[in-house]
């Protein structure tokens, strides 16, 4: 589809470099988003001096119990550091050229001022890609910004100026979006994170008794130990509940957008539309060999780009598609099929399925503005 179209990526990017901010506001915005992750790595580092000067070599007398802590301490650190590393650096991924529109549906889609026509133009293009969800009313998400069809589960991050592919959220603290690419690191982040505090809080602990107790003599010592309790203990409760919550959502394969605002299939929202059951849940973000599950290396299953879902709706329009000499291309339809492949075996769910349509489902999406007017007409041609 797209090498029929060899000026895609141009064509997308021309549109976003139009609509840029200024380079300057731009710039320190990007500067001013680095200082979350500075103060957290200045924490780290002067918690790596106070734990291995201040407390290892300077206050805990026996050998054994020194080489002990360092040596859990370490391990650790390494992986904290590793999966906090990785959840910082790993670029969001973002929709690929497929998502684009073709450069005549492009020019046509920009020239036309009604929004049912525009949303003829996206449906069309879109009968060739794996889409099972919509907006709020029905409509072809589209993100105006990027200029990209979205896929399943992609949002648009205002702070990233991207469209995020499955995206969970935007972390201030790793400066980066949370997405399909590094949600495993997040987690494995937030683990790495709760063992290192809860292990410094926990080894410390009975060092700060004594000082506080006057039981060792005074040094400065004492400062870096009763800190380093206070602040492991503090950091120990904040990311509880975040990692509790994060382990709850990757149990329902949910991202933290889903869990505010279902997303929509075409019977209707439905949360746990992406739901497999516990343990497929987990193997989609974790993989399935259980030997990396601990590793911040990416196991995570799928593509990105489309997902299983629990919900068997035969799509009325991509079969008949199929059927229409020249309808699809063959990599689409082979796309579809796999969709289609691992709902079967939950189908039974769909008997008695009720929806919980709030007011939080009849959002449109990020960034459009226009959809509620255009789903109208949506509604009336897929019935
Ligand atoms: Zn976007
Ligand atoms: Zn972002």
């Known amino acids: 589809m797209d090498r029929s179209h060899p000026s895609f990526p141009v064509f997308c990017s021309q549109g976003r470099r139009k609509m840029a901010p200024t380079h300057v506001l731009r710039?320190?915005?990007?500067?001013?988003?680095?200082?979350p992750v500075i103060f957290i790595a200045l924490v780290v580092c002067w918690s790596y001096y106070?734990?291995?000067?201040?407390?290892?070599?300077?206050?805990?007398?026996?050998?054994?119990?020194?080489?002990?802590?360092?040596?859990?301490?370490?391990?650790?650190f390494i992986m904290f550091?590793?999966?906090?590393?990785?959840?910082?650096?790993?670029?969001?991924?973002?929709?690929?050229?497929?998502?684009?529109?073709?450069?005549?549906?492009?020019?046509?889609y920009e020239k036309e001022q009604r929004p049912e026509t525009q949303q003829e133009?996206?449906?069309?293009?879109?009968?060739?890609?794996?889409?099972?969800?919509r907006t709020g009313a029905g409509?072809?998400?589209?993100?105006?910004?990027?200029?990209?069809?979205?896929?399943?589960?992609?949002?648009?991050c205002s702070a990233c100026d991207m469209c995020v592919l499955k995206m969970d959220h935007h972390c201030p603290w790793v400066n980066n979006c949370v997405g399909f690419s590094n949600y495993k690191f997040f987690i494995l982040f937030l683990t790495y994170s709760l063992v290192y505090c809860l292990f410094i809080a926990a080894s410390v602990l009975q060092y700060f008794i004594k000082f506080w107790t006057s039981d060792l003599p005074e040094s400065h010592a004492k400062f870096h130990v009763l800190f380093l309790f206070f602040v492991a203990a503090m950091f120990c409760i904040s990311i509880l509940s975040l990692f509790t919550y994060h382990l709850w959502l990757v149990g329902k394969n949910r991202s933290t957008i889903e869990a505010f605002r279902a997303p929509v299939f075409r019977n209707g929202p439905d949360k746990n539309g992406f739901s497999?059951?516990?343990?497929?849940?987990?193997?989609?973000?974790?993989?399935?060999?259980?030997?990396?599950?601990l590793l911040p290396v990416f196991t995570s299953q799928g593509d990105g780009f489309s997902f299983p879902t629990r919900l068997v709706t035969v799509d009325p329009e991509q079969p008949t598609e199929c059927l229409q000499p020249g309808g699809l291309d063959k990599g689409a339809v082979e796309g579809s099929a796999e969709q289609t492949t691992?709902?079967?075996e939950s189908q039974n769910h769909l008997?008695?399925?009720?929806?919980?349509?709030?007011?939080?489902?009849?959002?449109t999406d990020i960034l459009k503005s226009d959809e509620s007017e255009a789903i109208i007409i949506s509604i009336e041609s897929e019935s």
């Open 121 to 133: 133009i996206l449906k069309r293009v879109a009968t060739s890609l794996p889409l099972y969800t």
């Open 139 to 156: 409509a072809i998400r589209y993100c105006d910004r990027c200029q990209v069809i979205k896929p399943d589960r992609c949002h648009h």
């Open 276 to 293: 497999l059951g516990f343990s497929k849940n987990i193997a989609q973000v974790f993989g399935d060999q259980k030997l990396y599950w």
């Open 27 to 35: 710039c320190c915005q990007r500067g001013l988003a680095w200082i």
């Open 81 to 108: 550091v590793w999966s906090y590393w990785k959840t910082i650096f790993t670029r969001p991924s973002t929709p690929s050229k497929e998502f684009c529109l073709p450069k005549s549906e492009k020019e046509q």
């Open 342 to 344: 691992p709902l079967s």
């Open 50 to 76: 106070a734990y291995v000067v201040e407390l290892c070599l300077f206050t805990i007398p026996s050998i054994l119990e020194k080489v002990v802590y360092l040596a859990v301490f370490h391990v650790s």
């Open 351 to 363: 008997v008695g399925n009720d929806y919980h349509i709030e007011e939080d489902h009849k959002e």
